[in-house]
């Protein structure tokens, strides 16, 4: 009799292998959706307005810098001749702001399943005590405004059952060989001949030993690893999420907003609470807007089915400005935008055709 014929086929866990605990009710094999938080116990303190700074205005580029960063420019072009940077008159600089204002709210989701791993000796706790709600577990956070995932096994949630795939054998038969432990002869197809001659590498028999079970048609049980019986319990996973939204604000400056992307700017605000208050006294109203309508969607979307551990606002200034210039007699622009003072000049005036061979 083959190892198939002796181990029955394996089976989806069975309905009543998982018990039905107080307060998950809902859990299932796999997972759901998130667990909405409880109601705090004490009332939340409204959200109260951050620190207004006394001072919102810009530095302006100087010349000398914005000279610079054109002959840096120019020089980290083979094509590029030199003559407009060096020779160029600047005949007015204007700057244009552009303001990156960002949210970011540090939420707590919690879910639950059950699931199963191999019994390797642990207590079967079910029922021992009652066991604790979802959001009654402890979990260490991490970092504010760090990513992070944990699971938990709940307490008073476990219990041993067999193992449904082998039926608490702890072996399965063997896929490759269908579990008679060997297979039809390579060199001669099972025929157990070839060219008239007994085949040598099956001494005649017309079958090779299965080198996946070592020839004994069944292998160990990957659901339980061998051990018969499995450890069944409620796992709480908790996810630790920093939701991120970005609100960028271009004045008409005619510079590419792609080019922004790749240079940083000056922190200008910084504030973080439990709940923030929308921003207060930006010069610039599309920053005001977008706080007051990103921190309301915020609050609203992440607290049913999440905890709003902290909240935090930046308002970045990513400079830009527009420099117009003289060369030849001829008028020309270019831009220095960001920290770096990166360069954008795509109507460059002097330049040539190189061949690199």
Same mark, same amino acid.
């Given at each position: ?114 699931? $199963? ?7 079967? #706790?079910?029922? +021992? ?37 082998? $039926? ?6 063997? $896929? ?23 085949? +040598? ?6 079958? #090779? ?13 990957? +659901? ?96 830009? +400005? ?36």
């Amino acid at each position: 009799m083959s190892n198939a014929a002796m181990y029955p086929p394996p089976s989806a866990p069975p309905a009543n292998m998982f018990g039905n605990v107080p307060g998950y009710e809902d859990t299932v094999l796999g997972g759901g959706g998130y667990l909405p938080p409880p109601m705090p116990l004490e009332p939340v303190a409204p959200p109260q307005p951050g620190p207004e700074p006394d001072d919102w205005s810009i530095p302006s580029l100087s010349e000398d810098v914005a000279r610079d960063a054109f002959k840096s420019f120019a020089s980290s072009h083979c094509c590029y001749s030199s003559g407009p940077a060096d020779d160029g008159v600047i005949t007015s600089m204007e700057p244009f702001n552009t303001y990156r204002y960002r949210l970011e709210t540090f939420t707590e989701s919690r879910s639950t399943e059950w699931t $199963h791993k191999p019994h390797e000796g642990e207590p079967a #706790d079910f029922y +021992t005590q009652t066991a604790p709600r979802p959001w009654e577990i402890q979990a260490t956070p991490p970092s504010l405004f760090t990513n992070h995932k944990e699971e938990i096994r709940v307490p008073y949630t476990s219990s041993i059952k067999d193992c449904h795939s082998c $039926h608490g054998s702890g072996r399965m038969p063997c $896929h490759e060989c269908n579990g008679n432990g060997s297979k039809p002869c390579w060199v001669c197809n099972g025929a157990g001949v070839r060219d008239d001659e007994n085949c +040598t590498r099956c001494n005649a028999t017309g079958k #090779d030993s299965c080198s996946d079970c070592n020839g004994q048609g069944a292998k160990e049980c990957e +659901t339980c690893k061998g051990r018969r019986q499995l450890l069944t319990y409620i796992q709480l996973k908790v996810e630790w999420t920093n939701n991120v939204e970005d609100h960028v604000v271009q004045q008409n400056s005619g510079l590419k907003i792609d080019d922004l992307r790749s240079v940083t700017g000056k922190e200008l605000f910084k504030n973080n609470q439990y709940l923030l208050y929308p921003l207060l006294g930006f010069p610039n109203p599309a920053i005001a807007e977008a706080s007051e309508r990103l921190v309301r969607e915020h609050q609203s979307k992440y607290a049913q089915n999440s905890r709003i551990l902290q909240q935090r606002q930046t308002v970045e200034l990513i400079p830009i +400005t527009k420099v117009n210039y003289k060369w030849k007699g001829d008028t020309h622009v270019y831009y220095v935008y960001g920290n770096e003072h990166q360069v954008s000049a795509d109507n460059y005036p002097a330049t040539c055709c190189c061949v690199i061979l």
